[in-house]
């Protein structure tokens, strides 16, 4: 598909064998925390459609948004940067933030950085957006406004695309994952791998752990951008309007599985439990998830895999690692190392 190509693509996938072993099934984590460094993690695969898109508007700024924390903000800098373009994000806080992780790299990498307050990142921060490009284009810019995540219509393509890659590694491989789980926070990763396997109809398991909100908020809002890619489907020669029209006429909000059970006490906020399983994990495997994110997902995962658990008749399963590795230093302290 027309696309910029920036991330290392396709990433691996391994075994986890000693998780394997205590678990009782064969996990595999495709290392989608290796598709950069400074835009590493899984924003980069929605960002590599959006910015295509940004610069073929002619655009010379992105202007996105996310947590103080946000992978996708710096991302984004990051992307922008490397085409020569300015950035601005706007960043949610509760209080004077440290510098740091995230935050700092944005800093480092020269975006022009706002804050707003929980309350005016729920109600507005796509007219704080609106407000901030109008004050760029005064001056002579013309921005390209990326929503949260790049969780929309075209962002949802970077995972309809991963989806692909990943049935092409099982040829690869010989084996075929019954079960793709995921941790989703604003919903593009989960609608992509999701639309790929239903307008395929390849009946794929995919779990999404909610990190925040809901199971019906998920459902509604990745079957709302899931209908928003199907025009750039049809554009990009990947489907035809008769597939598409069939598509948006039987998909449901329901088609998309979501488990709302490992948010915990909220968005970016650990339990002891969590930080414990991402210490056991990075002990057991060496390999190192994120608080935010991957680490609650595979909390969630394991948990699921035990006896009685929603995932015990997964025989294959493949977790994404989606990154955020950044977001972890910030939280080093609450580790009982
Ligand atoms: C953003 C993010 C996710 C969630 O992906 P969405 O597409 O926003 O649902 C998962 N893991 C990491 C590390 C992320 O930064």
Redesign the pocket.
Known sequence: MKKLSLANLPTKIQKLERLSKELDSNIYIKRDDQTGSEWS???IRKLEFSVQEAIQQGADLLITTGGIQS??CRATVAVATYHGMKSAVLLRISEQPPVEGNYFLDLLMGADVRFCTREEYSNSRNEIMAEMAEEYRRQGYHPYIIPE?A?NGVGTLGYYNAFHEILEQEKELGIKFDTIV?????????AGLNLANILGGYGRRIVAMAVCDDVKYFQNYCHKISLEALPYLVEQGEISQEKADACAATMKPEDFEINDGYVGIGYALSRPEELEHIKNIARMEGIVF?P???GKATYGLWNELQKGGSLRDSKNVLFIH???LFGLFPVSKSFNL
């Open positions: 993690g899984n924003k992978n996708h995540g969780s995921i941790a989703t926070g604003s919903g593009g990763t989960a994120d935010v994110y991957t989606t990154g955020g």
